[in-house]
């Protein structure tokens, strides 16, 4: 098992969304975080004051999946959520070492 | 007499809502989120305390009977003692511009003030500051030192109100000092929806503000007096309304227009800043300018307050929310420039510079500013200095950095730390704003 973590742009949540639902990924953790990488932040003027903004909104999406769907999900995040621009953020996969079901008690694969 | 009645009771409810909510909103706007609540208080709180104290011995200060050059006798009309409530109506219009123009002083004082010591100041500075120049610009009595000894025309209040609630803002400023982190930290506004809202319901609440000020020249209990007053109140109503409208639409453009030129991007809080900017100057000169005149007077404040509320930075000020870069500085603009531009067509029936009229109106309106200034700018600082050094101004160091909206009230403005209910995109993030804490920042 792994897990598949992407930071995005906010507004291309809905994509990446819709395109994990068409291929079968059932459930997620999704979180509003802040942060910057090559992009960095922006500058807002306020009555002649310049304020630089370091932190970027982003949504950061969790997905455990099996080992056979990894490259699938990670590349359908990597598709919806491009634009081409910087800012776009980073997809990231880690290895899992077990999962349990907190209804069932179910572990592992079938937990997924 | 009676629409003239019906108005008034309409514009003094106008006025009313210029300090609650609309003043609170427009500072509250431009605070960080941990002290919104605070500064929207220190205008309800200037309200409450304000209205009481104006109908004890306000009213008799300003508008009583027992006339001085710089004020009336505070006792002989105490509590209304022997007012008809007849005119109960211009008591009470006069009382909502005694609090707003108390309110107008707490934006360049926000985030670091003890609501006490803000509670103990306004009693003092309404009696030493504000009723006696309301007594010298509004009462035009015998004696007046500013209507009638300099005989400076400030229709609605550039002196008394503007250049009075400026200069007391800056005085504050300096003796009360520097927000922690002044010039350091960003300090950038919270909800400019809050200050756009603001600044729409003041222009509203200004028409009750200039428009009501209109003062009879006649003798309502003849029937010739009364014919030429309604004639008045048909042509300088008009008169008022227009100027007020087109100076402040004049002072949004101008203000926008500058801050493309010298920040690249033209501002919501631009023009948010250039509406009162230009309601400010036109607030003196409504009555004595034409349509030109008040075109030229809201430009002309709009493009300098867009300036000088950058000067704060230079002179390392913490006039927080600009009260001197907008109302000091647009409330002189707006007085002096009535020397150029004033029209004996117009309510004081005076010609200034350009209309002919020579230099003598540009004298009396800067003499007529210096007096408020002067005036203003000494009893501030007399009173400044005393709670200085007795229950003392600021709030703890350490509870200004945590926010005053809970060291003070024990409240917060807005629920961030939801962890269900909010919306995806948006909302300020628990993680966005725990980190810009442990940076000692309200994001």
Same mark, same amino acid.
């Given at each position: 098992m792994k897990l598949v973590t992407a930071v995005i742009k906010p507004h291309k949540w809905e994509e990446v969304r819709a395109a994990l639902e068409t291929f079968g990924v059932t459930g997620m953790t999704v979180s509003e975080v802040s942060g910057y990488g090559r992009q960095k932040g922006h500058t807002e003027v306020y009555r002649g004051a310049e304020y630089d903004i370091a932190?970027?909104?982003?949504?950061?999406? *969790?997905?455990?999946?099996?080992?056979?769907?990894? *490259?699938?999900?990670?590349?359908?995040?990597?598709?919806?959520?491009?634009?081409?621009?910087?800012?776009?953020?980073?997809?990231?996969?880690?290895?899992? *070492?077990?999962?349990?079901?907190?209804?069932?008690?179910?572990?592992d694969e079938a937990a997924i | 007499m009676d629409g003239y009645y019906a108005w008034m009771l309409v514009a003094t409810a106008f006025v009313l809502m210029m300090t609650t909510p609309a003043l609170a909103l427009f500072y509250g706007g431009m605070t960080r989120a941990k002290s919104v609540l605070n500064m929207m208080m220190m205008s309800y709180i200037a309200l409450a305390i304000v209205g009481i104290i104006w109908?004890?011995?306000?009213?008799?200060?300003?508008?009583?009977?027992?006339?001085?050059?710089?004020?009336?006798?505070?006792?002989?009309?105490?509590?209304?003692?022997?007012?008809?409530t007849d005119t109960y109506i211009s008591v009470m219009f006069q009382l909502t511009f005694a609090a707003?123009?108390?309110?107008?002083?707490?934006?360049?004082?926000?985030?670091?003030?003890?609501?006490?010591?803000?509670?103990?100041?306004?009693p003092f500075w309404v009696t030493l500051s504000y009723f006696p120049l309301a007594h010298m610009v509004f009462s035009c009595s015998e004696d007046a030192l500013i209507c009638t000894k300099i005989g400076a025309q400030d229709y609605a209040g550039g002196t008394a109100v503007h250049i009075n609630a400026g200069m007391a803002g800056l005085v504050l400023a300096l003796i009360i000092g520097k927000r922690v982190g002044f010039k350091r930290d960003p300090m950038r506004p919270h909800s400019l929806p809050l200050t756009m809202i603001g600044a729409g319901l003041l222009w509203v609440g200004w028409y009750g503000?200039?428009?009501?000020?209109?003062?009879?020249?006649?003798?309502?209990?003849?029937?010739?007096?009364?014919?030429?007053?309604?004639?008045?109140?048909?042509? *300088?109503?008009?008169?008022?309304?227009?100027?007020?409208?087109?100076?402040?639409?004049?002072?949004?453009?101008?203000?926008?227009?500058?801050?493309?030129?010298?920040?690249?991007?033209?501002?919501?809080?631009?023009a948010a800043s250039g509406i009162v900017a230009g309601l400010v100057a036109i607030t003196p000169a409504c009555g004595a300018v034409d349509l030109v005149g008040a075109i030229a007077i809201g430009a002309i404040a709009g493009a300098v307050c867009a300036w000088a509320v950058g000067l704060k930075y230079k002179f390392n000020l913490d006039d927080s929310l600009d009260v001197v870069g907008v109302h000091l500085v647009g409330g002189i603009v707006g007085t002096v420039l009535i020397g150029l531009f004033s029209t004996s067509a117009g309510a004081g029936g005076i010609n200034g510079l350009f209309y002919g009229g020579g230099f003598g109106s540009l004298g009396d309106q800067t003499l007529g500013a210096l007096t408020a200034i002067a005036w203003s700018g000494f009893f501030t600082a007399i009173i400044a200095f005393a709670i200085k050094y007795t229950i003392g101004w600021r709030i703890d160091e350490e509870d200004e950095v945590e926010g005053i909206d809970f060291t003070e009230h024990g409240e917060s403005a807005y629920d961030f730390v939801s962890l269900s209910g909010g919306s995806l995109t948006g909302a300020p993030t628990v993680a966005a704003q725990s980190d810009a804490e442990s940076r000692g920042v309200n994001a």
């Open positions: 932190l970027v909104p982003k949504i950061r999406i *969790e997905i455990i999946v099996d080992d056979a769907d990894v *490259e699938d999900v990670a590349g359908i995040v990597v598709k919806a959520a491009q634009t081409g621009r910087i800012g776009d953020g980073k997809v990231w996969v880690s290895p899992v *070492e077990s999962v349990v079901r907190v209804r069932t008690g179910d572990k | 109908v004890l011995w306000g009213w008799s200060m300003s508008f009583g009977p027992d006339d001085g050059t710089f004020f009336s006798n505070p006792f002989t009309l105490f509590g209304l003692k022997d007012v008809s707003i123009t108390a309110a107008l002083i707490s934006g360049a004082i926000a985030d670091r003030v003890k609501l006490s010591a803000w509670i103990v100041f306004l503000f200039n428009v009501g000020s209109i003062v009879f020249g006649d003798d309502w209990t003849t029937a010739k007096g009364a014919a030429a007053n309604m004639a008045q109140f048909y042509s *300088e109503t008009g008169r008022t309304f227009a100027n007020t409208t087109v100076a402040t639409m004049a002072a949004l453009l101008a203000w926008l227009l500058i801050e493309r030129l010298l920040h690249g991007k033209a501002t919501t809080l631009g």
